[in-house]
């Protein structure tokens, strides 16, 4: 665990540029306007000092552990910053006792920032618990995971939640330009010169991730030789010294990235479900998963309005057990395709819901004599079979006659829809 000091003068510039460069003050922060621009709830409290215990959660590089650390320089109080993964029960009870006592001979505060604090067990969640309702502590937990999965729900329940989102391109690039300009903390010193595409192009791959882009661009400046008194970084240079990022998979974006891919399948974007298709693979995801989730949506989504769509889909599947990755790549893209483009029809769905309904009441009756099993001898004698219509005894190979149980002559399970092959259902129906 740490314990803060910020009374103390010059950040040490062996530290990585990264971290010399987070904002002093809620001026200098980049982003989140959504929760930190002028008169959000989040800036009044930490203006007043009045923060209560609080969950910051969004993806890498977005600002959460750089708002703690503003946090920590405008507060009043004390500042212990605590890692889940290296931090156990021993050390929250150290930290609690030295901020009862604290509080108790100085009457100050004191923050517990925990980094990754969906790491902490239930055991180590709720060592902290009384600490909060009582005030001994305010509690900052910072994850990249959505605390409403990942974390114990008593811990959830006594914060208050701020989702962070990606940084967008504007500010990644301010936060370069302020690198670049800065006397004190930043490159300045070593008259450094980018150009803009180079700035462009590091901006585009860190994708959001500001803590990405100024690694990048130290990187840069500290491995290109000065020429004329100045270090001049082109967009060669650039794309040395930023690779693409290894996408991030937790599970939580993966279930986001599934739902967007499903949503799309449903709502006929072939070209937004090819692309989380294909971020889904580029992330990890096992492709039978994928493939079997288009053959669900194959029945869910479009049903009969296009029965070929089932045929397409279970083909591809097929085709990814017997050729295997990545040749059936295109067979899972033709059946994504074939799904998106079909008419859509949820009457499989619903018939599915109402007749399961229906089963699980129970209270169905018997079973009509007309009906009953005539596979063994002697059934004529119990009835089995007696008055029952053979369908192709008849013209069109079907006859009218009643296959419900009593008391469900007239239910209808079963609604045709309007598009594609239902078309013709319906009619056929409407013509009996």
Not at 47 to 76: N, W
Not at 144 to 153: A, D, L
Not at 357 to 364: F, H, Q, R, T, V
């Given at each position: 665990?740490?314990?803060?000091?910020?009374?103390?003068?010059?950040?040490?510039?062996?530290?990585?540029?990264?971290?010399?460069?987070?904002?002093?003050?809620?001026?200098?922060?980049?982003?989140?306007?959504?929760?930190?621009?002028?008169?959000?709830?989040?800036?009044?409290?930490?203006?007043?000092?009045?923060?209560?215990?609080?969950?910051?959660?969004?993806?890498?590089?977005?600002?959460?552990?750089?708002?703690?650390?503003?946090?920590a320089q405008m507060?009043?109080?004390?500042?212990?910053?605590?890692?889940?993964?290296?931090?156990?029960?021993?050390?929250?009870?150290?930290?609690?006792?030295?901020?009862?006592?604290?509080?108790?001979?100085?009457?100050?505060?004191?923050?517990?920032?925990?980094?990754?604090?969906?790491?902490?067990?239930?055991?180590?969640?709720?060592?902290?618990?009384?600490?909060?309702?009582?005030?001994?502590?305010?509690?900052?937990?910072?994850?990249?995971?959505?605390?409403?999965?990942?974390?114990?729900?008593?811990?959830?329940?006594?914060?208050?939640?701020?989702?962070?989102?990606?940084?967008?391109?504007?500010?990644?690039?301010?936060?370069?330009?302020?690198?670049?300009?800065?006397?004190?903390?930043?490159?300045?010193?070593?008259?450094?010169?980018?150009?803009?595409?180079?700035?462009?192009?590091?901006?585009?791959?860190?994708?959001?991730?500001?803590?990405?882009?100024?690694?990048?661009?130290?990187?840069?400046?500290?491995?290109?030789?000065?020429?004329?008194?100045?270090?001049?970084?082109?967009?060669?240079?650039?794309?040395?010294?930023?690779?693409?990022?290894?996408?991030?998979?937790?599970?939580?974006?993966?279930?986001?990235?599934?739902?967007?891919?499903?949503?799309?399948?449903?709502?006929?974007?072939?070209?937004?479900?090819?692309?989380?298709?294909?971020?889904?693979?580029?992330?990890?995801?096992?492709?039978?998963?994928?493939?079997?989730?288009?053959?669900?949506?194959?029945?869910?989504?479009?049903?009969?309005?296009?029965?070929?769509?089932?045929?397409?889909?279970?083909?591809?599947?097929?085709?990814?057990?017997?050729?295997?990755?990545?040749?059936?790549?295109?067979?899972?893209?033709?059946?994504?395709?074939?799904?998106?483009?079909?008419?859509?029809?949820?009457?499989?769905?619903?018939?599915?819901?109402?007749?399961?309904?229906?089963?699980?009441?129970?209270?169905?009756?018997?079973?009509?004599?007309?009906?009953?099993?005539?596979?063994?001898?002697?059934?004529?004698?119990?009835g089995n079979g007696?008055?029952?219509?053979?369908?192709?005894?008849?013209?069109?190979?079907?006859?009218?006659?009643?296959?419900?149980?009593?008391?469900?002559?007239?239910?209808?399970?079963?609604?045709?829809?309007?598009?594609?092959?239902?078309?013709?259902?319906?009619?056929?129906?409407?013509?009996?």
């Amino acid at each position: 665990m740490t314990l803060f000091d910020f009374s103390s003068a010059e950040t040490p510039s062996t530290r990585p540029l990264a971290n010399r460069m987070r904002p002093r003050n809620l001026d200098e922060f980049f982003g989140q306007e959504h929760i930190i621009g002028k008169g959000r709830l989040l800036r009044r409290a930490i203006e007043a000092d009045r923060l209560t215990s609080s969950i910051f959660y969004g993806p890498p590089g977005c600002g959460k552990t750089t708002l703690a650390h503003v946090i920590a320089q405008m507060t009043k109080s004390a500042f212990v910053r605590m890692n889940a993964v290296t931090s156990g029960v021993a050390d929250v009870r150290d930290v609690l006792k030295e901020a009862k006592d604290r509080q108790s001979m100085y009457g100050k505060s004191t923050y517990l920032l925990l980094d990754e604090c969906h790491r902490w067990n239930k055991a180590q969640s709720d060592s902290i618990l009384p600490a909060i309702e009582e005030g001994i502590i305010r509690f900052i937990g910072s994850t990249t995971e959505n605390p409403m999965i990942s974390m114990t729900p008593a811990i959830v329940s006594r914060c208050r939640l701020f989702a962070f989102e990606p940084l967008n391109n504007t500010d990644v690039k301010n936060a370069l330009r302020a690198a670049l300009s800065d006397q004190e903390r930043g490159v300045a010193t070593m008259h450094v010169v980018m150009d803009d595409d180079a700035i462009d192009h590091i901006v585009s791959v860190a994708n959001g991730d500001a803590r990405m882009a100024l690694n990048a661009l130290e990187l840069a400046a500290l491995t290109t030789p000065t020429e004329n008194g100045r270090i001049h970084i082109t967009l060669p240079i650039a794309e040395e010294s930023i690779q693409k990022p290894v996408v991030r998979c937790d599970d939580t974006l993966f279930y986001d990235m599934l739902s967007a891919f499903c949503k799309s399948l449903r709502g006929s974007d072939s070209d937004a479900a090819l692309l989380w298709f294909s971020r889904l693979l580029y992330a990890g995801a096992d492709p039978r998963l994928l493939a079997r989730r288009i053959i669900a949506h194959a029945s869910e989504d479009v049903g009969l309005a296009n029965p070929d769509a089932m045929v397409q889909a279970v083909t591809a599947a097929q085709a990814l057990e017997l050729i295997g990755m990545p040749e059936a790549r295109l067979s899972l893209t033709q059946a994504i395709i074939a799904v998106c483009e079909s008419p859509k029809s949820n009457s499989v769905v619903q018939a599915m819901a109402s007749a399961k309904a229906d089963a699980e009441k129970g209270d169905l009756g018997a079973v009509p004599l007309y009906l009953r099993d005539t596979h063994y001898q002697g059934h004529e004698k119990l009835g089995n079979g007696a008055s029952y219509l053979y369908p192709h005894d008849f013209d069109g190979h079907w006859v009218k006659q009643n296959y419900m149980p009593d008391g469900f002559e007239n239910t209808v399970y079963y609604e045709p829809g309007s598009l594609g092959f239902e078309q013709q259902i319906r009619k056929k129906k409407e013509n009996v």
